[in-house]
């Protein structure tokens, strides 16, 4: 029986010796409390608790996979991996659907997203750009990575999902920020995005967006129609006070007033059944889980690591502030889902594998490399 144990107990240290266990352990405490919120939110309804649950363990396959390769061999493979990531973006735009534009793939099974894949493999593919050159980037390297940055981003508008196109475009650009580049660069070119901004107005965004910048500026100008998911989620962050109405008490998301509630507006959800003190675990779990990825990017002895593990550390945050923002109201509404809270698989399993990366970088460190 001992002999038997041993053998269990050396088999899961075999399996296990490439995760990062701390990290692991916030991560598995978000998607048990997004779970529990999704079982509230969804009305006590098992259907969507199994699916997501499901989706999780798939998200935790991937993470084991990925933290199992290791930069270098990830390294080599990275123009292949963006280039194949690059063709369902390109397919969607003719075979994909969505409620406003060609978003998901319909798999028969399943909904694929595939510019979720593009939230890894992008910064992948500036990191390996910037590693094979000098440090920090000359203005011709700039202009290279600006171009690998782009022709994704460019894709996504084309669907057109403006929110996740401009994530997908900071993710590339952290990794630029890592490398070296000096603040005034961003600050130039959002400069130069703010005065083609009239342009857009008129000739790129649709109006179903325009709606969503006039409800950020003024939602009450029409709290019947665009104004409504603002003003009801604003409504139940208030509502919530310090300690919440309790775990399936929330009036908003029961009585169907906040409509994207087990998507998009789970985080309203959360602060009103489990209150201030909800919120700020959850928060925490978030920037523990960030500060963890910028330390195994500080540790990192190679430069494609480095900036590799920062951009998607960097990234993760991003996606937890314009989530954030967009249910108090102070950003516009853009669809980026509250990550590992918000129910969908793609995005899910995506961050997963992107994590289980970071893990890769901090077990595997070659002393010889650049």
Request: overall charge positive; glycine content about 12%.
């Amino acid at each position: 029986m001992s002999l038997i144990l041993r053998w269990l107990f050396d088999l899961g240290v075999r399996f296990g010796r490439t995760l990062d266990w701390m990290m692991l352990g916030a991560l598995l405490a978000l998607m048990g409390i997004g779970l529990v919120v999704l079982h509230s939110a969804s009305g006590g309804s098992p259907h969507l608790v199994i699916a997501q649950g499901s989706r999780f363990a798939v998200g935790l396959g991937a993470l084991w996979l990925m933290s199992r390769i290791s930069p270098a061999q990830l390294r080599n493979w990275t123009p292949l991996v963006f280039g194949l990531t690059l063709v369902p973006l390109l397919a969607v735009l003719f075979i994909g659907t969505g409620r406003h534009g060609a978003h998901w793939i319909n798999l028969g099974v399943i909904y694929f997203q595939p510019a979720e894949l593009i939230k890894l493999s992008l910064p992948m593919m500036v990191a390996w750009y910037l590693n094979r050159r000098a440090l920090p980037p000359r203005l011709d390297v700039v202009l290279v990575a600006a171009v690998i940055i782009a022709v994704p981003t460019a894709l996504i508008l084309l669907q057109p999902d403006f929110g996740t196109a401009m994530l997908v475009a900071v993710s590339g650009a952290f990794a630029l920020y890592l490398a070296g580049l000096p603040w005034w660069w961003f600050g130039t070119a959002f400069a130069g995005v703010a005065a083609v901004a009239p342009a857009a107005w008129f000739w790129l965004l649709k109006p179903y967006q325009k709606d969503r910048i006039f409800t950020f500026l003024n939602p009450e100008s029409d709290p019947l129609g665009a104004g409504w998911n603002i003003i009801q989620s604003k409504i139940a962050i208030g509502a919530g006070g310090l300690s919440g109405k309790g775990w399936g008490q929330g009036s908003q998301s029961h009585l169907n007033y906040i409509p994207e509630h087990t998507t998009d507006f789970i985080f309203a959800v959360l602060s009103e059944e489990f209150g201030w003190i909800g919120v700020v675990v959850v928060l925490a779990l978030y920037l523990f889980v960030v500060g963890r990825c910028l330390w195994i990017a500080a540790e990192a002895r190679d430069g494609y690591s480095r900036l590799l593990a920062g951009a998607l550390g960097l990234a993760f945050c991003v996606y937890v502030i314009v989530n954030g923002g967009m249910i108090a109201g102070l950003l516009p509404v853009v669809g980026v889902p509250m990550p590992l809270l918000s129910y969908g698989g793609t995005s899910a399993v995506s961050l997963l594998a992107g994590l289980g990366v970071v893990m890769a970088v901090r077990v595997y460190k070659p002393v010889h490399a650049r």
